[in-house]
Structure formats: C-alpha cells, structure tokens
C-alpha cells in the first residue's frame, strides 16, 4: 500500500538565501522571481497539475519544498562563489532590479556588471542536498 501522507526525503533540495536587510516586499518579490526560473532549468521539480473536488484545474508547483534563508551580503556573495565554482543551477536577483520594469531591463541591468561586482540581494538554487548545504552554509532559516 501507497502512504500518500508519509514524508519523502528528497535527493535534492530547492533553496533561495536573501539578504538579512530587505524589506518584507522586497523579500517576498525576490523570493518570487527567484524561484521562478529554477524550474526551466530542472523541469523534473515540477510536480503534476492540481484539480479541486469541482475539477477545476490549478498550475502545477514544485514537488518538493523550499527552504528560504537569510544572510549577510557577504555570505551571499560567498554563496554565490560556491554555486558557481560547483556548476549549480542559479538563480540571481540584484539590487538593481529593484529600479527597473520589465525582463529585458532586468536581463541588461545584470549583463551590466561583472560577477564580482553583483550587489547581490538574493540567489536560488537548487541541486544535491550536499552541496546546496555546503553553498548555504553559514546561512540562517528565514525567520
């Protein structure tokens, strides 16, 4: 028999750092944009598409859960040294975005700045458990 309810250890983990000095919004927007983009990359996050009782039809969601942390910008660049130098899949949202208005402009604002001068403000990355632990470490769950 199939426990539907048992919890399920997963191979991977989904995880998004935040720099600890954002503003609520700030930190909920970036968390949005952030993990929108890892499941272009990792397709199999995605689980299947959900339906009420009704049969009225809702967007997939990822399969899995995501942890959010928080950290210096120190440790987010650190962070980001670690996901790169390992090849992990990434995710990155810049002080920057903040200012402009649409993808394009996010997409240049990014491609404006060499990797050691991103004002890093959040990442989201997702990969073997191990090594998104040992990219996050030093990191703190989100309050």
């Known amino acids: 028999m199939n426990d539907d309810t048992a919890p399920v250890r997963f191979d991977t983990k989904i995880a998004v750092l935040l720099r600890d000095d954002l503003l609520t ?3 909920l927007n970036v968390t949005a944009f952030l993990v929108s983009g890892l ?3 990792a397709p199999e996050v995605i689980g299947e598409p959900y339906a009420d009782a009704d049969c009225t039809p809702y967007l997939p969601m990822f399969r899995q859960p995501v942890l959010v942390f928080a950290g210096s910008g120190e440790l987010l660049t650190t962070a980001h040294g670690r996901a790169v130098g390992r090849g992990t899949a990434l995710a990155v949202f810049t002080s920057d975005l903040f200012a402009t208005g649409h993808d394009a402009a996010n ?12 004002d890093l403000v959040g990442m989201a990355v997702h990969g073997p458990r191990k090594d998104v632990d040992k990219i996050f470490k030093g990191a703190s769950m989100h309050p």
Do not use: F, I, S
């Not at 604002?109 to 001068?117: C, D, I």
């Open 107 to 118: 997409r240049a604002a990014v491609r404006a700045v060499a990797r050691e001068g991103l």
């Open 39 to 41: 499941g272009t990359r």
């Open 25 to 27: 919004w700030q930190r």
